[in-house]
Nanobody, 124 residues
Framework: QVQLVESGGGLVQAGGSLRLSCAAS????????MGWFRQAPGKEREFVAA????????YYADYVKGRFTISRDNAKTTVYLQMNSLKPEDTAVYYC?????????????????WGQGTQVTVSS
């Protein structure tokens, strides 16, 4: 059984930075694509960033491009989301997810496993 555990959320002022971590266990980590999603109150879950297995291709949503960076450490079976220049509209619960394939995707429904989420709050 795959388990994903996020950490690193918190309260930060606009313009600040946070780094989220997601520790994975349960199956070979390096082969599978990992994604970060977020969900604000009253809104649907939306794609933030993803990184493929293997060659580690990265893909970002337009609204975080240039501010957020996704990375992975296969030796530590952990995926990271470095978030810089945070804005109040980035406030949400952030979730990491793992696909059953190595190719990145932006649709939540194709991800098999999800973490419990970590709250990120950006004050103005």
């Amino acid at each position: 059984q795959v388990q994903l555990v996020e950490s690193g959320g918190g309260l930060v002022q606009a313009g600040g930075s946070l780094r989220l971590s997601c520790a994975a266990s349960g199956r070979t980590f390096s082969s599978y694509a990992m994604g970060w999603f977020r969900q604000a109150p009253g809104k649907e879950r939306e794609f933030v960033a993803a990184i493929s297995g293997g060659v580690m291709t990265k893909y970002y949503a337009d609204y975080v491009k240039g501010r957020f960076t996704i990375s992975r450490d296969n030796a530590k079976t952990t995926v990271y989301l470095q978030m810089n220049s945070l804005k109040p509209e980035d406030t949400a619960v952030y979730y990491c997810a793992q696909r059953g394939l190595g190719v990145v995707a932006t649709t939540p429904m194709v991800y098999e496993y999800w973490g419990q989420g970590t709250q990120v709050t950006v004050s103005s």
